[in-house]
């Protein structure tokens, strides 16, 4: 089996990785200004999507731009995911050099779609491939790959950690190879409920105290997680943004959510914003929750609601995610200042993070790596792959991190 990398290796960021030059497994977006998408010219006769984020299927919808029309292989929601972000990033974007695709090629994506569940096996590109419930998202997938000579186990993004919204993954097929993520590999996670205590405990006290909470969270997954541990804790909340239509699709697909009824319910009691006539200035003056995006402040509703409540220290900006190097919301993180339709401004709010992260931590990833002390592993999409794989490689295991281009063979038994 011969890999090669053309994103995803020793960054976090526009996933690819090409199989024997036919299968194709993401093909993701490294979000910046400018963008970066994955290196060399591809010409895949399949292709494979883990899930519905960016970083994995943010340029999936280019690879139709041409006179070739590989089919795409995709759990249901990962493709209504995708299909969303292709059409925002049109919105925002198109016909800019921020987006690599045009209206056609997104209609060409409905038109070679093939979904599949969990633990069904299917061919891609002379392949068997079979997804497996990654536990980061809805619709989220383990890859696992069989040439008939070697078995690849592509983790993709994975938690094995339930959350509200997904239960952790537990899928452990047998593999020659593992390439894994190495997101939070120096990180150890806070149990998820003392993280939801204390978020609930800072709302509570902001609204006991006549403030405003705005939580900006991203779109798909973590603005539905958020609305499940507002009505856990009976917090009245609005929702705002991308992810009032994420959550909306999330509810045609129970059986890839945790706790269906529970997804519906807390959708039933959060208020949707519409955004018109002002609306959104009136809201930031209410004693309420808002969950918007975008979840590191780049844009979106957010940036509506932050300057109306910076000024006042009775009011809580309760950051959710990881907070990209660069980002206003990594800005205001460090500084107390953000910057706002290009201007830097102090913020007096409370400004809190907490990790609700999708991902599993250091503990997550080497329990999942223990069951493949026999396979090799490739380690990827992380900020420290290398340091990552010299500590699996002290741990005994044979381990390496790939570079950005490299091409790996791998033989049967190796």
């Known amino acids: 089996m011969d890999l090669r990398f053309l994103g995803g290796a020793r960054e976090v960021g526009r996933s690819a990785i090409l199989v024997n030059d036919s299968l194709l497994l993401d093909y993701g977006v490294l979000t910046g200004n400018p963008p970066q998408y994955p290196v060399g010219d591809v010409d895949p006769d399949a292709v494979v999507a883990s899930h519905g984020h960016l ?3 943010g340029a999936v919808p280019s690879l139709l731009s041409g006179s070739d029309r590989p089919p795409i292989h995709w759990t249901p929601p990962t493709r209504e995911l995708a299909l969303t972000l292709a059409r925002d990033t049109l919105k925002l974007h ?3 050099m921020q987006c690599p695709f045009t209206e056609t090629d997104v209609r060409r994506v409905t038109q070679v779609s ?3 569940g969990y633990r069904e096996t299917f061919e891609a590109a002379g392949h068997e491939v079979t997804f497996f419930n990654a536990g980061h998202i809805p619709g989220s997938a383990h890859v696992l790959v069989d040439d008939g000579e070697t078995r690849l186990f592509y983790t993709a993004d994975f938690h094995t950690e339930d959350q509200r919204l997904v239960s952790g993954t537990t899928a452990r097929p047998d593999a020659d190879v593992v390439l894994c993520e190495s997101t939070y590999s120096d990180v150890s996670h806070e149990p998820r409920s003392d993280i939801e205590r204390r978020f609930a405990e800072s709302v509570e006290t902001t609204l006991w105290e006549g403030g405003t909470v705005v939580v900006p969270a991203f779109a798909i997954g973590r603005t539905q997680e958020m609305l499940l541990v507002c009505d856990a804790y009976d917090l009245d909340c609005y929702v705002d943004g991308m992810g009032k239509e994420v959550t909306r699709m999330l509810g045609n697909y129970p059986e890839f959510v945790r706790g269906a009824d529970a997804l519906q319910g807390a959708t039933s009691h959060a208020r949707f914003v519409t955004g ?3 609306q959104r200035k009136r809201i930031a003056d209410q004693n309420t929750v808002i969950v918007t995006t975008s979840g590191m402040l780049s844009g979106g509703p957010a940036m509506t609601y932050i300057p109306e409540i910076k000024g006042r220290p009775t009011n809580t900006i309760a950051l959710t995610g990881y907070q990209v190097e660069g980002t206003p919301g990594r800005e205001l993180l460090d500084s107390g ?3 706002i339709d290009g ?3 102090p913020v007096s709010a409370q400004v809190e993070w907490y990790d609700f992260s999708a991902h599993a931590d250091r503990d997550g990833i080497l329990d999942l790596l223990d069951s493949y ?4 592993i490739l380690v990827n999409h992380g900020d420290r792959c290398e340091q990552f794989a010299d500590e699996l490689r002290e741990d005994g295991y044979v381990a390496s991190a ?3 281009g490299d091409c790996i063979s791998i033989s049967p038994g190796e």
């Open 337 to 339: 200042r953000a910057e």
């Open 276 to 278: 018109r006539d002002g």
């Open 373 to 376: 002390r026999d396979a090799r």
């Open 94 to 96: 198109g016909g800019t």
């Open 343 to 345: 201007r830097v401004m």
């Open 402 to 404: 790939p570079e950005l």
């Open 114 to 116: 093939e979904t599949h």
């Open 55 to 57: 970083d994995h299927v």
